[in-house]
Nanobody, 128 residues
Framework: QLQLVESGGGLVQPGGSLRLSCAAS????????IGWFRQAPGKEREGVSC????????VYADSVKGRFTISRDIAKNTVYLQMNILRPEDTAVYYC?????????????????????WGQGTQVTVSS
């Protein structure tokens, strides 16, 4: 059974860094794109970043470009989200997700409707 488990969230001061992990089981990353999403209280879920099944394509939301980096370790079947220069507005529950079907080697999207499997989320709080 396909499963995603996020970890690495926590409390950090503005300007700080965190690295989130998304450990996959029941499938291999080289066949699925993985997306990172976040949802703040009272707001809709938004796409943050994604990486294609080949790892050759990555996409970032404008709000995190230049600050966040998505990567993966095939041997560990894990996707990472390195978050630098964190801001209070980055506070949210962060989720990783995978689609049910193969979406091509070089495609990934930031729309939640493209994803079918979701982790339980990890809380990120940016505050002084």
């Amino acid at each position: 059974q396909l499963q995603l488990v996020e970890s690495g969230g926590g409390l950090v001061q503005p300007g700080g860094s965190l690295r989130l992990s998304c450990a996959a089981s029941g499938f291999t990353l080289d066949y699925y794109a993985i997306g990172w999403f976040r949802q703040a209280p009272g707001k809709e879920r938004e796409g943050v970043s994604c990486i294609s099944s080949s790892g050759g394509s990555t996409v970032y939301a404008d709000s995190v470009k230049g600050r966040f980096t998505i990567s993966r370790d095939i041997a560990k079947n894990t996707v990472y989200l390195q978050m630098n220069i964190l801001r209070p507005e980055d506070t949210a529950v962060y989720y990783c997700a995978a689609p049910e079907n193969y979406s091509g080697s070089y495609y990934c999207g930031l729309s939640s409707y493209e994803y079918d499997y979701w982790g339980q989320g990890t809380q990120v709080t940016v505050s002084s």
